[in-house]
């Protein structure tokens, strides 16, 4: 039912879209070029939010040993759990640093994807620990597991099972470091750990759990690199970019991807933030064209 009504919104948007642009071609037929560029402006705002929507995913609240935290999830409810913690900047572009990584690990490899915001307003004051944050990833993954998360049944509290272990745990500079504190302490809460640039203030760790680092070569904290790979005991993948700053880069996803494996038997296409992106992005192509016929026709008369 959920999966009809975003069909149906969405295709609302679509319609509304390509209505769009025959309002566009219309108007621009008898207008002069600083009233094109007004409808170049509307046509390209409604692009941008296509754009900024498509990596958007769904947010959800989750109680957690941290407090209550606003959390973006992707993937299909039910398959296996990855949850990307952020750097300690608490810049909004920050929260989406793993979002592409996320579309991917959701829609090409079945995973269940949760990026929580450390910093959530619902967020206890105190700053997050690796012993606070091991228990908030368990309960975010708990969360994932309830009974009738995935829509076949009422959710029964007493028939909740608590969860043992992350799938697949990523974390990127201070949250890389979070990561590598929670994987080290509990080997086998993490099954696999992906750290892009850690800030890994304890080198004296042994990190058990299979490996993958990333780097940008030209960022500070690659200096660092040689002593983090120390402490992976399997390091199965060392990857770095010539460039791209201290960042979770495009550029890495398919290594994630490939290092992540499909972990989820039968998996299938994002029914949640991937499968939204991907409507609302294909519903703004239409905007796009519109705000190029805006700047074209004038020149073309």
């Given at each position: 039912?959920?999966?009809l ?9 679509l319609?509304?879209?390509?209505a769009e642009?025959?309002?566009a071609?219309t ?10 560029a007004?409808?170049c402006?509307?046509?390209c705002?409604?692009a941008v939010?296509?754009v900024v929507?498509?990596g958007?995913?769904?947010?959800v ?26 750097g300690?900047n608490?810049?909004?572009?920050i ?12 829609g090409?490899?079945g995973?269940?994807v ?16 690796p012993?606070t ?7 975010i993954?708990?969360w994932?597991?309830?009974p009738?998360?995935?829509?076949d049944?009422?959710?029964?509290p ?5 969860a043992?272990s992350?799938p697949?745990l990523m974390g990127?500079s201070?949250g890389?470091?979070?990561?590598a504190?929670?994987?080290?302490s509990?080997?086998?809460?993490v099954?696999?750990l992906v750290l892009v ?7 004296s760790i042994?990190?058990a ?6 780097y940008?070569?030209d960022d500070p904290?690659?200096?660092?690199a ?5 402490t992976?005991a399997q390091e ?34 994002a029914?949640?933030g ?8 294909f519903a703004?192509l239409?905007?796009?064209f ?11 008369r």
């Amino acid at each position: 039912l959920s999966l009809l009504v975003l069909n149906i919104v969405f295709g609302a948007a679509l319609a509304a879209s390509w209505a769009e642009v025959a309002v566009a071609l219309t108007a621009m037929a008898g207008m002069r070029p600083p009233q094109c560029a007004l409808v170049c402006c509307w046509a390209c705002s409604g692009a941008v939010w296509g754009v900024v929507a498509a990596g958007a995913g769904s947010p959800v609240d989750i109680p957690t040993a941290l407090g209550t935290l606003s959390v973006r999830e992707y993937g299909r409810r039910g398959g296996p759990v990855a949850i990307a913690l952020h750097g300690a900047n608490h810049a909004e572009w920050i929260q989406h640093e793993w979002d592409d990584a996320a579309e991917a690990l959701a829609g090409q490899a079945g995973f269940n994807v949760f990026l929580p915001n450390l910093f959530s307003p619902g967020a206890d004051s105190a700053r997050p620990t690796p012993t606070t944050v091991k228990q908030a990833l368990l309960d975010i993954a708990t969360w994932a597991a309830r009974p009738g998360a995935t829509g076949d049944g009422v959710e029964d509290p007493s028939a909740l099972q608590k969860a043992t272990s992350i799938p697949l745990l990523m974390g990127k500079s201070w949250g890389g470091g979070l990561a590598a504190s929670v994987a080290g302490s509990s080997p086998s809460l993490v099954q696999r750990l992906v750290l892009v640039a850690p800030a890994m203030y304890d080198r004296s760790i042994s990190i058990a759990p299979p490996a993958a680092l990333f780097y940008a070569e030209d960022d500070p904290m690659f200096a660092s690199a040689p002593e983090v790979r120390k402490t992976l005991a399997q390091e199965e993948l060392f990857h770095t970019e010539p460039s791209g700053g201290h960042k979770v880069l495009p550029s890495y996803t398919p290594f994630i991807l490939k290092f992540a494996g499909n972990k989820a038997s039968g998996s299938e296409p994002a029914a949640r933030g991937g499968t939204l992106g991907r409507w609302t992005l294909f519903a703004a192509l239409p905007c796009v064209f519109a705000s190029g016929l805006a700047i074209l026709v004038p020149l073309l008369r």
